[in-house]
């Protein structure tokens, strides 16, 4: 997959946030997953929205039954490591550290994520 596949409108990273969080289903099935916070969204957008997924190779569909059921390929994991990338890629100029410093300077941690920065930095110091 070419990096510039891993290019997501905003819609089409809910659903598949949608099959990540629920798991494999159906078009309704994916739809009783959406966000609550977005607005309804017809069958037939949601429908729209898992073929174009398909197309681009982010999802795969079971045609085998009446009701078809769709199933992320792609790991959330994955999309993450490949946006973060061309991100950083666009944004840094390639520099992760820059990236990092600037996350941290201007985003509030919780003490968890302030310890588990710290174990991570005193691993790489070691």
């Given at each position: 997959?070419?990096?510039?596949?891993?290019?997501?409108?905003?819609?089409?990273?809910?659903?598949?946030?949608?099959?990540?969080?629920?798991?494999?289903?159906?078009?309704?099935?994916?739809?009783?997953?959406?966000?609550?916070?977005r607005r309804?969204?017809?069958?037939?957008?949601?429908?729209?929205?898992?073929?174009?997924?398909?197309?681009?190779?982010?999802?795969?569909?079971?045609?085998?039954?009446?009701?078809?059921?769709?199933?992320?390929?792609?790991?959330?994991?994955?999309?993450?490591?490949?946006?973060?990338?061309?991100?950083?890629?666009?944004?840094?100029?390639?520099?992760?550290?820059?990236?990092?410093?600037?996350?941290?300077?201007?985003?509030?941690?919780?003490?968890e994520e302030?310890?588990?920065?710290?174990?991570?930095?005193?691993?790489?110091?070691?």
């Amino acid at each position: 997959m070419a990096e510039n596949e891993y290019e997501l409108g905003a819609a089409e990273l809910d659903v598949l946030r949608a099959l990540w969080d629920g798991g494999p289903g159906t078009v309704r099935e994916v739809m009783s997953h959406l966000p609550a916070r977005r607005r309804k969204v017809a069958y037939t957008t949601v429908q729209t929205l898992l073929n174009r997924l398909e197309q681009k190779g982010y999802v795969k569909c079971d045609k085998t039954d009446l009701a078809h059921v769709f199933r992320a390929k792609l790991t959330r994991e994955r999309v993450q490591r490949a946006r973060l990338k061309t991100m950083v890629g666009q944004l840094y100029d390639g520099a992760v550290g820059a990236m990092a410093l600037h996350l941290v300077k201007t985003q509030k941690l919780n003490r968890e994520e302030l310890a588990e920065l710290q174990k991570l930095i005193d691993e790489l110091d070691e």
